[in-house]
């Protein structure tokens, strides 16, 4: 929600800015936004391979989606298998394994249940973590790039619009129309990279930075759970370990009855 509030609160206010200083019709130019829009998007794709770009299309999507997991459900989830393998064995988890949402959750059940040791699981799950890390972070990194490209391109198209100017002025300077229609460029131009910039592409790549913590975040609760499950903890120490990785706020106490959701 966050993220639509921003910006339809920022569209909607920069819309209405507009309207108050002239028209709508005045800050629109086709070939500002040809200049500003196509050589962001040239200059991304000379700067990455295709494929990478390509898919920073889906990974957009990740903006706009409900926010990640909550650890407190995982916390909880962990604490009820711990219970529960202590019960009757790590056996008995394997079909909680299968129905594991979350990869890691389920590689690490898979592994317990399988007998590998502690370093092992440990190795595997941290090694997930850090190309995870590298896949989101890569996402964020094309948005961050273009958000540099934009402005840089609208300067690009202020010095296409002044050298225009400029031909009409040397060519007899009555031409107030060819005037007119450079400077527009000159200056619309730079206000379309100053904003796509500063309202799109900065933005995302932020927000893009803080999914992937919140992820990492995740990750490391169900790591850290999934080890001391396997070494048969009691569930009220994995309460305080696991709520260790959270700020105070977010920490929550269990009940004990072994119910697994």
Do not use: C, W
Not at 208 to 216: M, Y
């Amino acid at each position: 929600m966050s993220t639509i509030i921003g910006i339809t609160a920022g569209m909607a206010l920069l819309f209405a800015a507009i309207v108050q200083q002239g028209g709508f019709s005045v800050f629109f130019n086709i070939h500002a936004l040809m200049i500003a829009l196509g050589g962001t998007f040239a200059a991304t794709f000379i700067s990455f391979p295709l494929p990478q770009v390509m898919r920073t299309f889906g990974i957009l999507f990740n903006v706009f989606r409900s926010d990640v997991e909550s650890p407190l459900d995982y916390i909880r989830q962990i604490i009820g298998l711990s219970i529960k393998a202590r019960r009757n064995s790590v056996l008995s988890l394997e079909e909680n394994a299968k129905l594991a949402k979350h990869r890691f959750l389920r590689v690490g059940l898979e592994m317990v249940i399988d007998g590998h040791e502690p370093e092992t699981i440990r190795e595997v799950l941290e090694t997930e973590i850090e190309f995870m890390m590298d896949r989101h972070s890569a996402g964020a990194k094309i948005f961050r790039t273009a958000g540099r490209y934009a402005p840089a391109f609208g300067l690009i198209g202020t010095l296409i619009g002044l050298i225009a100017m400029l031909r009409a002025v040397a060519a007899g300077g009555n031409n107030v129309k060819a005037i007119g229609s450079g400077m527009a460029v000159a200056l619309v131009t730079t206000f379309y990279g100053a904003l796509l910039a500063n309202l799109f592409f900065y933005p995302v790549a932020e927000k893009l930075r803080s999914r992937t913590s919140e992820e990492i975040l995740l990750g490391r609760v169900i790591l850290d759970g999934v080890l001391l499950l396997q070494q048969g903890t009691n569930p009220r120490v994995i309460e305080k370990k696991l709520n260790a990785h959270l700020p105070p706020y977010m920490r929550r106490q269990y009940d004990f009855q072994g119910k697994i959701e």
